[in-house]
């Protein structure tokens, strides 16, 4: 099964109010996801989950997280529908050692990597044609101790830079690193199994490029394409290689 | 002197804003944590144990009973 930007661009949700198109970066498209409490938005949103991310729902034990679920699961689907030119009852979700959801069509390894995000009010989906994607957002909060947070999954030179920034500069390269980290190992699909702190992030983005690219240092033959995709309102990066690795 | 899950608890529900205990049993994932959210009650568990649990360490505990037990 194969999907294409274009296709989604022709048969795009546009009557979903809770989605609009963030941005295109080269072949992945990155889709916004409106998470404002909206009873109306959430029951529509309801319609599109299987039985079985109804089960998950309801392990939900609060609203918000029940609220980012249903929301954004269902534009994932929703705009892995539109990709894949498929319906949503073909649609289901196998999940890697680590939780992270590789989208099926009949049954089928379909041929799209989808992610999903979400922090505060919003979040993000991204989806691209194969390869491997992996996809941060974080709304920036006030933190008392980010330099003690950093140094649990940043490297030295990420948290001696971390240390000589101050003021906003400290809060916005924390979350930067932050969300660019994340989105490799959520790309990579390990999740915090492997420790943030055994790699480090280019230092032309640790100082202010939106673009650059990375290998992990235990698998040295995959690049990987990076991206600071953050706006006014949310730090977010994106992660993606064209090629398949096994965590 | 209060007990691990009591101490653990009162992180939670000071870091992590959770105040009911039976999520003390619920998967993680279940709880809807925010990453930077987790790792900075990590970083205060640490400070409050005087333990040194990385981050991929913390990765395998399921449910915060998980990390009561392993610090008990």
Known sequence: MNGSISDFHTTGPHEVTWMSQFCQIRDVLVVHVDLIANGNCEDKALFWLDQKERKRLNRYRFDRPRREFVLSRSAMRQILCCFLKCRNEQLSFETNA???????????????SVNLTHSGNHGLVGIASGGQLGIDLEVPV??????????????DNEQSELARASGNEKLNLFYRLWTLKEALIKALGTGFSLNPNQFEIPQGMRQGASRGKFRFPHLPDIQWELDFIGSSDFAASLAHSREITQP | ?????????????????????????????????????????????????????????????KTLRALINHLS
Do not use: W
């Open chain 1, 142 to 155: 006030e933190r008392p101790n980010v330099e003690g947070i950093g140094q649990m999954v940043f490297t």
């Open chain 1, 98 to 112: 680590h939780g992270k959801p590789i989208p099926l069509v009949d049954g089928v390894l379909a041929n799209a």
């Open chain 2, 1 to 61: 002197m209060s007990s691990v899950e009591d101490r653990v608890a009162g992180l939670a529900n000071s870091l992590l804003n959770i105040s009911d205990r039976s999520a003390l049993d619920s998967d993680v994932g279940d709880l809807g944590v925010n990453s930077v959210d987790a790792i900075a009650f990590l970083k205060a568990v640490n400070g409050e144990f005087g333990t040194n649990i990385s981050a991929d360490q913390a990765a395998g505990f």
